[in-house]
C-alpha cells in the first residue's frame, strides 16, 4: 500500500532532496544571471573573430542530450579530470557534491538568460549609454542607471526559468552528482526511483510539488513581463 501523498512529500529524506534542489538551483540561476549577462553583453556589443561560433555555442546545451552533457561534466570535474585536477588544490569537490549538481543545472540552463537578455540589448543599442557619457557619467554608472533598468525584466525573466529548468534537471545531474541519499538527491531522481518500485502515486506526489513551483514562477514571469513588457519594447 503506497503512502499518503502528505506522508510521501514530508518524508525526510523526500524533505533533504527538496532543499539540495532548491540550493543547486538557486546557486545556478544566480550564476546563469551574473554570466549569462556578461555573454550576452560580449556578443551585441563587441564584434571579433569567432563570435558567431561562440554566440552558437550558447544554444549547445539545447541541442546536445542532458545525459552527454552529464558524462563530460563528471569528466571534466572528476578528481582526475581537466578542472577536477585544478579545484582539487583548493581542496574544492564537485562530483558527488550539491555543487556538481548546480554545475549541472547551470549548463542546461544557461540559454535561458542569454536569449532572454540578448535582443533586449541588441534593441536598446549602444546609443543610450553613449548618451549619458557624453553628459558626464562614467561607463559604469551608465550601465546602472540606463541601461540595468530596462534590462531588469528580461534578466529576471532569464534567471527566473532557468531556475524552473533546473528544478526539473535529470539526465546530467545524475552522471555528475550520483544519487548519494541525503546528500546529492534532487527531486527528479527521487522520482526516478519511485517509477522503478512502481510507485506511481508517491512520484506523483513528489512532482506536484514541482509542478506547483514551476507553475508559481512561470505566473510571476508572465506578470512580470506584462507590467513591463511596453517599457522594453518601446525602445
Same mark, same amino acid.
Given at each position: ?22 540550493? /543547486? ?21 563587441? =564584434? ?14 539545447? /541541442? $546536445?542530450?542532458?545525459?552527454? /552533457?552529464?558524462?563530460?561534466?563528471? *569528466? ?38 542569454? =536569449? ?35 534590462? @531588469? ?13 533546473? $528544478? ?19 527531486? @527528479? ?14 512520484? @506523483? ?20 513581463? *506584462?507590467?513591463?513588457? =511596453? ?5
Amino acid at each position: 500500500v503506497s503512502e499518503t501523498a502528505w506522508a510521501v512529500v514530508t518524508n525526510p529524506q523526500v524533505v533533504a532532496a527538496y532543499k539540495v534542489t532548491l540550493l /543547486a538551483a538557486f546557486v545556478a540561476s544566480i550564476f546563469n544571471g551574473v554570466f549569462g549577462l556578461l555573454m550576452a553583453w560580449i556578443l551585441t556589443r563587441y =564584434r571579433f573573430p569567432g563570435r558567431t561560433l561562440l554566440d552558437a555555442l550558447m544554444d549547445l546545451p539545447f /541541442a $546536445l542530450p542532458t545525459a552527454v /552533457a552529464g558524462l563530460t561534466l563528471a *569528466s571534466l570535474f572528476s578528481v582526475n579530470g581537466f578542472y577536477g585536477q585544478f579545484l582539487a588544490q583548493f581542496d574544492i569537490k564537485v562530483t558527488y557534491t550539491w555543487l556538481g549538481i548546480a554545475v549541472a543545472m547551470a549548463f542546461t540552463s544557461i540559454p535561458f538568460v542569454v =536569449r532572454t537578455v540578448q535582443p533586449v540589448l541588441e534593441e536598446l543599442g549602444p546609443e543610450y549609454e553613449e548618451a549619458a557619457q557624453t553628459l558626464g557619467a562614467t561607463r559604469l554608472q551608465s550601465f546602472r542607471k540606463v541601461v540595468l533598468p530596462e534590462l @531588469s525584466p528580461a534578466l529576471i525573466a532569464g534567471v527566473a526559468l532557468s531556475f524552473t529548468r533546473s $528544478l526539473g534537471e535529470f539526465g546530467a545531474v545524475i552522471f555528475i552528482a550520483g544519487n548519494i541519499a541525503w546528500k546529492t538527491e534532487v527531486t @527528479s531522481l527521487m522520482i526516478f526511483v519511485r517509477l522503478q518500485e512502481f510507485d506511481y502515486p508517491a512520484a @506523483s506526489a513528489i512532482a506536484s510539488v514541482i509542478l506547483a513551483a514551476s507553475l508559481l514562477l512561470l505566473f510571476s514571469i508572465n506578470t512580470l513581463q *506584462s507590467r513591463f513588457g =511596453r517599457r522594453v519594447v518601446g525602445h
